[in-house]
């Protein structure tokens, strides 16, 4: 009985130092993958508003910056930045537009299924400021202020990636984004249709 229980032990001992030497191996592995590629792109695109943003604001050009880096093995980090300047509807008096620029970070997945498709998604931080004529400040503030100051939002967003071109340390490509602010009572969608060029760095 007790060489039973020897041989148990020792079968169990051996099972664990092979499992910890397969997770040493696969948190090594993670950790000459991440951050082993970075690359940064510029883009420019057209964003186009949904729901009650069609009301409120017109089709805008955006021009943005990015970088991507490798994260996992099929997993990419991604940062965004992105400018547009949004003209509201002639109904909106005194406001000739608003300014936002949009911070993202997320991941890209390189699925194989659907290669060279990439699908990404993650969470963003919009930054708007409404650009008007100083002298109707106190119209605005007594409406509540509104976009006359900062205003900080926050949501998520899904993409679509689409490399067109790939060189060794050249990619083009179409970028589609899909944006959702968790601004109440009603939630903000807008969607983003642009092209890049993204250059490896090392």
């Known amino acids: 009985m007790a060489k039973v229980k020897t041989l148990i032990l020792l079968v169990l001992g051996l099972a664990t130092c092979a499992f910890s030497q397969s997770q040493s191996s696969e948190f090594t592995t993670a950790d000459s993958i991440a951050f082993s590629k970075f690359y940064v792109s510029i883009e420019g695109g057209e964003k186009y508003p949904f729901g009650d943003l069609v009301d409120a604001v017109d089709n ?48 890209d997945y390189r699925w194989k299924l659907v290669s060279p498709v990439i699908l990404g998604a993650g969470f963003l931080c919009n930054w708007t400021r409404a650009d008007y004529d100083e002298k109707h400040r106190p119209h605005f503030e007594s409406q509540g202020g509104t976009l006359t100051d900062n205003e ?3 949501g998520w967003f899904a993409r679509l990636n689409l490399p067109v071109l790939s060189l060794e340390n050249y990619r083009v490509g179409m970028n589609m984004l899909w944006e959702q602010v968790w601004t109440l009572p009603e939630r ?14 090392w």
């Open 152 to 154: 900080t939002e926050f």
């Open 60 to 107: 805008a050009f955006y021009a943005g910056l990015g970088a991507r880096y490798a994260y996992w093995e099929d997993f990419d980090g991604i940062i965004l930045f992105q400018y547009s300047y949004f003209e509201p509807h002639s109904k909106i008096p005194h406001i000739y537009g608003v300014h936002e620029v949009s911070g993202k970070l997320g991941i």
């Open 188 to 201: 903000s969608n807008m969607l983003s249709v642009g092209l890049y060029v993204e250059r490896r760095i």
